[in-house]
């Protein structure tokens, strides 16, 4: 069978909530191996919500139908504060990314709690502002970014990110809104770590699946090398995904 838009592949899903620092509860979910231990975790940060962004958003949503099934990677999704999807609306106001630092910290005390393995946060679009400006965590082990913008992170953000060492992967795509491959590796060459990875033809939504396969695959390949390339087809079990763009 091969692997569609709409494909979900079995994992052991489940809600959850966070608990902020400030007190509020954020909706989320934890996407499991079905069977046998995660080899490393992803931490989802969400667009911007103002702009419909949300733990659902389709990039982050199908790799919660994938990757846990494909490379035994554990997917932790979550509504930033006052924001809505369809697993419900987190508590609290929209925070311009500043509130917003409570909900990363909150999202990386459960990977903690949890005891799941090698987090990884990934970042997208606005995601990307919340990872560089608040996952200095000494349990992060590095970030992955989908189309940064670099609005709200500035280059103080950045240069933590060189004195804190971990791998910083950026995925730019060439015809990106706000940030393109050539202005990005001007950004980010004050991290020695930093790789940016520019992604012919692609746009800033990363809309259409064979952008979504090139997304997975880079990610896999940095969080779960031993599972890169990822397939194209699946012989078990799936299910239909009636609400994936």
Request: charged share 25%.
């Amino acid at each position: 069978m091969d692997i569609r838009a709409a494909t979900v592949l079995p994992a052991d899903r489940r809600p959850i909530t966070l608990h902020t620092a400030d007190g509020l509860e954020l909706v989320g979910e934890l996407a499991l191996p079905e069977s046998g231990a995660p080899v490393a975790t992803l931490v989802c940060l969400h667009p911007l919500p103002t702009a419909e962004g949300m733990m659902d958003s389709h990039v982050l949503r199908k790799a919660s139908f994938r990757l846990p099934a494909l490379a035994d990677v554990a997917v932790l999704r979550f509504n930033t504060r006052g924001t809505t999807s369809r697993h419900g609306t987190s508590q609290g106001t929209f925070g311009d990314g500043e509130t917003e630092r409570y909900d990363v910290a909150a999202a990386i005390e459960f990977v903690e709690f949890e005891g799941l393995p090698r987090p990884w946060l990934l970042g997208w679009s606005f995601g990307t502002e919340l990872a560089l400006k608040w996952g200095c965590d000494p349990e992060v082990e590095g970030a992955i970014l989908l189309s940064p913008p670099l609005h709200r992170a500035q280059d103080k953000d950045l240069d933590a990110w060189a004195e804190f060492g971990r791998p910083l992967v950026a995925l730019v795509p060439e015809f990106d809104d706000y940030l393109r491959p050539a202005e990005a590796r001007e950004r980010f060459s004050r991290v020695p770590q930093a790789e940016v990875v520019g992604v012919d033809n692609a746009k800033h939504l990363w809309v259409g699946e064979p952008y979504v396969r090139r997304v997975l695959d880079e990610i896999v390949g940095r969080v779960a090398p031993k599972a890169h390339p990822l397939p194209t087809e699946w012989d078990g079990p799936a299910e239909r995904d009636s609400g994936t763009a």
